[in-house]
């Protein structure tokens, strides 16, 4: 067990909706990231925030966003959803500002399925 | 844009043997990489990091050899058991780039019994 939750688990919804995927970090982790992984696929880095601030910025759609919150949980929106983004999306967390030493604590991921 | 590769989508070990997994960078600036271990409906687990700086460094069974030289980075899992089966993702830190980590697509390692 990472420290990290994420919730849902599972997540069915149709196209044309949204929904919020939520992430606790680690006690005490500042910073949160949000990846993508599809089937098969590795991991695409989405975004990341420190302390409540947008800190970088990966493949996100517009369709997306994310914050974090003063209790530094996380959330993840979708909208307008599309066949495309059935997905795992993870969570990780780590302790400061995603130094490259800053090992990144991952979640169990929700699974997002779009029909 | 520059990404970080696997050599071998799957490896199938003998429970015991040893195991390698490879992964080819081809981003000279990145310092810093890290092996993952995804276990079938888990979220990824940190394994080992190495810095650039280095060449090699052992954890406990497993060892991670870096050469700069060829851009390329292994994991070497030692008396392989079968709860080493997962997908093995590599990433890399690159200090100017936007994102914080840049994965490979992952190699599935199975354990034979």
């Known amino acids: 067990d990472s420290g990290v939750t994420q919730t849902p688990k599972h997540l069915i919804t149709a196209t044309g909706q949204r929904v919020t995927l939520r992430c606790s970090p680690r006690?005490?982790?500042?910073?949160v990231y949000w990846y993508q992984q599809s089937l098969d696929q590795g991991l695409q880095f989405l975004i990341q925030?420190?302390?409540?601030?947008?800190?970088a910025k990966g493949n996100i759609l517009e369709r997306f966003s994310a914050q974090q919150f003063p209790d530094l949980h996380s959330e993840l929106n979708l909208s307008s959803l599309e066949l495309g983004d059935s997905a795992l999306y993870f969570c990780?967390?780590?302790?400061?500002?995603?130094?490259?030493?800053?090992?990144?604590?991952f979640g169990p991921g929700t699974r997002l399925t779009v029909l | 844009g520059e990404s970080v590769g696997l050599h071998l989508p799957t490896l199938s070990v003998q429970e015991g043997d040893n195991s390698i997994i490879n992964c080819a960078y081809s981003?000279?600036?990145?310092?810093?990489f890290i092996w993952y271990k995804q276990e079938s409906g888990k979220g990824p687990q940190f394994i080992i990091d190495?810095?650039?700086?280095?060449d090699k460094r052992q954890g406990q069974r497993v060892t991670v050899l870096l050469n700069k030289t060829v851009k390329h980075l292994s994991l070497q899992i030692a008396a392989t058991q079968p709860g080493d089966s997962a997908v093995y993702f590599c990433?890399?830190?690159?200090?100017?780039?936007?994102?914080?980590?840049?994965f490979g697509t992952g190699t599935r390692l199975t354990i034979i019994p």
């Open positions: 990780a967390s780590s302790s400061f500002d995603g130094a490259p030493t800053d090992t990144q604590y």
């Open positions: 925030y420190y302390n409540g601030e947008e800190r």
């Open positions: 006690s005490g982790d500042l910073s």
């Open positions: 990433a890399e830190n690159t200090p100017l780039g936007n994102e914080k980590l840049t």
């Open positions: 981003n000279s600036a990145s310092d810093y």
């Open positions: 190495i810095r650039s700086n280095m």
